[in-house]
């Protein structure tokens, strides 16, 4: 198949997704001899518009892994804003270290009624972003050289198709089909954690009032002209906790401490990416 550029498309709000997903576009696009172009939608002002792909065109697309599925705030952004014409496609999804469950099934699935035809796929551990115990410094070389390896043989795969069909879409993963319901976080007692209204405080005597908290944060939750405000949901992505430069933003919330906790307990032996061509 003739392609004539590589897209990386991806969620990302600590840039976990963002590493893996360029890392795979790149060396794809190093393989066709093909422009890499980036098409990062974790911001509100990437997702003013839809986006449409054609049949030359090769997309590896991403999102981290949240209670085992698609983030549930992403999923209409993913369900509406991206449309492929028989283009072909790489679905790839991050998590923490547990388990990503459904999560990259459910990608492939909504990507594949979208109009894209998934030929290869992934699942990549990465420091979980809730710990900092977990992952720290993943992805790392040995997660790159799988990753750097699973690009090349998706790029042959995709170069020895003559046409669409030849691909064998849908890409076969793990995963239930129809997906499962979303994962329960539980506490350190064993017990659901219920930490959905959680938000991020803010420690007055660190901060400094720079509002790169609300600039960086993916649904425009906190208020740029009050940074102490988050009027809006919060999904716990932690892109206001992790970049902000005075590490004033922080979560006290029992719950979600609780079940940070077991995590740390509980998933910090090493998982290995899974790749499936």
Do not use: W
């Amino acid at each position: 198949m003739q392609i004539k550029t590589v897209k990386a498309v991806y969620f990302s709000p600590v840039a976990n997704t963002k590493k893996v997903v360029e890392a795979a576009a790149k060396v794809m696009a190093f393989q066709f001899s093909v422009p890499m172009e980036v098409l990062d939608f974790t911001l509100p002002a990437a997702r003013t518009h839809s986006y449409s792909f054609g049949s030359d065109e090769l997309v590896v697309f991403g999102v981290p892994t949240y209670a085992g599925r698609v983030p549930n705030k992403v999923l209409p952004f993913v369900k509406e804003l991206f449309h492929g014409e028989e283009t072909p496609a790489v679905p790839i999804v991050t998590f923490g270290n547990r388990n990503y469950d459904d999560s990259l099934a459910e990608l492939r699935n909504e990507m594949e009624h979208n109009g894209f035809r998934t030929f290869a796929a992934a699942a990549f551990s990465c420091r979980h972003v809730f710990s900092n115990k977990i992952n720290m410094l993943r992805p790392d070389q040995a997660d790159m050289k799988v990753l750097s390896e699973f690009a090349e043989k998706a790029a042959q795969k995709l170069k020895d198709a003559r046409k669409t069909e030849d691909l064998g879409s849908p890409v076969q993963v793990k995963g239930n089909d129809p997906v499962g319901p979303y994962y329960r976080p539980l506490g350190t007692d064993g017990q659901p954690a219920v930490f959905l209204k959680a938000k991020p405080l803010t420690n007055p005597e660190r901060c400094d009032e720079c509002g790169l908290c609300a600039e960086v944060c993916p649904l425009g939750s906190i208020d740029p002209k009050d940074v102490y405000s988050v009027p809006g949901v919060c999904i716990k992505c932690m892109a206001c906790v992790r970049k902000c430069p005075q590490r004033a933003k922080y979560f006290e919330d029992e719950a979600f401490l609780s079940h940070i906790a077991m995590l740390d307990q509980n998933y910090t032996k090493r998982k290995e990416p899974e790749v499936f061509i």
